[in-house]
């Protein structure tokens, strides 16, 4: 860890402060010591910053690493490499691993293993709601949150029975916890692998009804209406869902909501060609929702931007539509993409767009960070917003490189990321010096 690291000129943008100016952040043993113009860089590493964005980390509440028992797909050190590619310094993994992260021994394990073998992104795991993730008996939520995580989720599987839902809803409350919860009814879904609608029909695809993910959206709601709690939304994908947390917000319920990068820039127009990078759960929607949840950002319907980052071995991907795993890798790919779609077209401020990514997740979710505040870890993102860049994903840290952004153009790149004050990217070296 740097001592004392200037870094000098840069356009800093702190939304949890309401900062946007050209000037210094000064570092002092890992923490953030002053936030102003002329910061005397006397026995200091300087960090020229002149032309790049400086902000808070981006911290992602929703992502898999897959490990333990699936690090063919990714692991810890693979999987804090890409986040540090993509500018995270705060990761929430979900716990579909194998075994089930649902007791606090494999709690422990996750956050020893990122100490001793991650790239210094912070990782925060979310316990499972159910033991197995099978909606049958709660899962060990106390000492869980004992070992250390920060929410419950049985993502990937929904909670279908509601009563347990309401259940383990009222215990975690007692250990500051709340749900996040995969909306979507199986039954609904039966064989679907797409969207339903145009699209699916012209391809000859089974669909999915949107009423899959809205109808278990209206059940959060309610059961959370009900009694009082906390609850949230993961990777809201119908413009039904943002019209539901909408009027939900309006009634004054404990709601909060995510969407992610690949269901405001893409759509289903684009699993054309049987694309099968383009399979994800909930399935890539109509345009009509990408603009409605954009819309739902700029309100404030939509809270936050996680990434849902899931990556999947190539051989998952090399089948039949149908056959194809569900997931995109989304780490090193999520800024250039939410750039592009959303401040590049207008929709958003950059300040905004980051705000999303950093300072909000770590409010809903209690985390350290999303701020450049005096105290604060130097947990900080360098950014071009400006550069233009083609995804390569042969090029990933990820050991995942399923995603249907590959070669594409962006506009927006990563050029630096410090975790406590010290580089753990350096997209050039420039910054590592």
Same mark, same amino acid.
């Given at each position: 860890?740097?001592?004392?690291?200037?870094?000098?000129?840069?356009?800093?943008?702190?939304?949890?402060?309401?900062?946007?100016?050209?000037?210094?952040?000064?570092?002092?043993?890992?923490?953030?010591?002053?936030?102003?113009?002329?910061?005397?860089?006397?026995?200091?590493?300087?960090?020229?910053?002149?032309?790049?964005?400086?902000?808070?980390?981006?911290?992602?509440?929703?992502?898999?690493?897959?490990?333990?028992?699936?690090?063919?797909?990714?692991?810890?050190?693979?999987?804090?490499?890409?986040?540090?590619?993509?500018?995270?310094?705060?990761?929430?993994?979900?716990?579909?691993?194998?075994?089930?992260?649902?007791?606090?021994?494999?709690?422990?394990?996750?956050?020893?293993?990122?100490?001793?073998?991650?790239?210094?992104?912070?990782?925060?795991?979310?316990?499972?709601?159910?033991?197995?993730?099978?909606?049958?008996?709660?899962?060990?939520?106390?000492?869980?949150?004992?070992?250390?995580?920060?929410?419950?989720?049985?993502?990937?599987?929904?909670?279908?029975?509601?009563?347990?839902?309401?259940?383990?809803?009222?215990?975690?409350?007692?250990?500051?916890?709340?749900?996040?919860?995969?909306?979507?009814?199986?039954?609904?879904?039966?064989?679907?692998?797409?969207?339903?609608?145009?699209?699916?029909?012209?391809?000859?695809?089974?669909?999915?009804?949107?009423?899959?993910?809205?109808?278990?959206?209206?059940?959060?709601?309610?059961?959370?209406?009900?009694?009082?709690?906390?609850?949230?939304?993961?990777?809201?994908?119908?413009?039904?869902?943002?019209?539901?947390? #909408?009027?939900?917000?309006?009634?004054?319920?404990?709601?909060?909501?995510?969407?992610?990068?690949?269901?405001?820039?893409?759509?289903?127009?684009?699993?054309?060609?049987?694309?099968?990078?383009?399979?994800?759960?909930?399935?890539?929607?109509?345009?009509?929702? #990408?603009?409605?949840?954009?819309?739902?950002?700029?309100?404030?319907?939509?809270?936050?931007?996680?990434?849902?980052?899931?990556?999947?071995?190539?051989?998952?991907? #090399?089948?039949?539509?149908?056959?194809?795993?569900?997931?995109?890798?989304?780490?090193?790919?999520?800024?250039?993409?939410?750039?592009?779609?959303?401040?590049?077209?207008?929709?958003?401020?950059?300040?905004?767009?980051?705000?999303?990514?950093?300072?909000?997740?770590?409010?809903?979710?209690?985390?350290?960070?999303?701020?450049?505040?005096?105290?604060?870890?130097?947990?900080?993102?360098?950014?071009?917003?400006?550069?233009?860049?083609?995804?390569?994903?042969?090029?990933?840290?990820?050991?995942?490189?399923?995603?249907?952004?590959?070669?594409?153009?962006?506009?927006?790149?990563?050029?630096?990321?410090?975790?406590?004050?010290?580089?753990?990217?350096?997209?050039?070296?420039?910054?590592?010096?």
């Amino acid at each position: 860890m740097e001592d004392r690291t200037l870094i000098r000129g840069g356009r800093v943008i702190d939304p949890a402060n309401d900062v946007d100016r050209v000037c210094d952040v000064l570092i002092e043993r890992g923490r953030i010591a002053a936030v102003g113009e002329g910061l005397p860089a006397e026995g200091a590493r300087v960090i020229d910053a002149a032309g790049r964005v400086v902000a808070p980390g981006f911290v992602d509440m929703h992502c898999h690493l897959r490990d333990p028992g699936l690090e063919y797909k990714e692991d810890i050190g693979s999987g804090t490499r890409a986040a540090a590619r993509g500018g995270f310094t705060s990761v929430c993994c979900m716990p579909n691993t194998r075994p089930v992260n649902d007791c606090a021994a494999v709690t422990r394990y996750i956050i020893e293993k990122a100490a001793t073998q991650g790239s210094g992104v912070h990782v925060y795991p979310i316990g499972a709601v159910s033991k197995g993730l099978q909606g049958v008996e709660m899962a060990e939520i106390g000492r869980m949150r004992e070992a250390g995580i920060v929410g419950i989720s049985d993502d990937g599987s929904p909670v279908a029975n509601s009563n347990l839902f309401r259940l383990a809803m009222q215990y975690a409350d007692r250990f500051g916890l709340f749900i996040l919860s995969h909306s979507e009814d199986k039954s609904l879904v039966a064989d679907g692998v797409m969207n339903e609608g145009l699209v699916s029909t012209r391809l000859g695809l089974p669909g999915i009804t949107r009423a899959a993910e809205e109808v278990m959206i209206a059940r959060d709601i309610l059961v959370a209406e009900a009694e009082g709690k906390r609850v949230h939304l993961c990777h809201v994908s119908t413009r039904g869902g943002v019209q539901l947390v #909408r009027e939900a917000k309006a009634r004054g319920v404990r709601v909060s909501a995510e969407t992610t990068p690949h269901y405001i820039a893409a759509t289903d127009e684009w699993v054309e060609g049987y694309d099968t990078r383009c399979r994800v759960n909930p399935p890539l929607r109509e345009e009509a929702d #990408r603009l409605a949840l954009i819309e739902g950002l700029r309100d404030g319907t939509i809270d936050a931007i996680a990434t849902d980052h899931a990556p999947h071995h190539a051989d998952e991907k #090399r089948v039949e539509f149908a056959l194809a795993a569900s997931g995109i890798s989304g780490f090193e790919t999520a800024f250039s993409v939410c750039n592009t779609a959303l401040v590049r077209s207008g929709a958003m401020t950059l300040s905004q767009m980051i705000e999303k990514m950093s300072a909000v997740p770590a409010r809903l979710l209690s985390l350290p960070g999303g701020s450049l505040a005096v105290g604060e870890a130097a947990d900080i993102v360098l950014l071009d917003p400006d550069a233009e860049i083609t995804v390569d994903a042969s090029r990933f840290a990820s050991k995942g490189k399923n995603t249907p952004f590959d070669g594409k153009p962006y506009v927006g790149k990563v050029c630096a990321t410090l975790a406590g004050g010290r580089v753990i990217y350096d997209e050039e070296g420039a910054y590592a010096g």
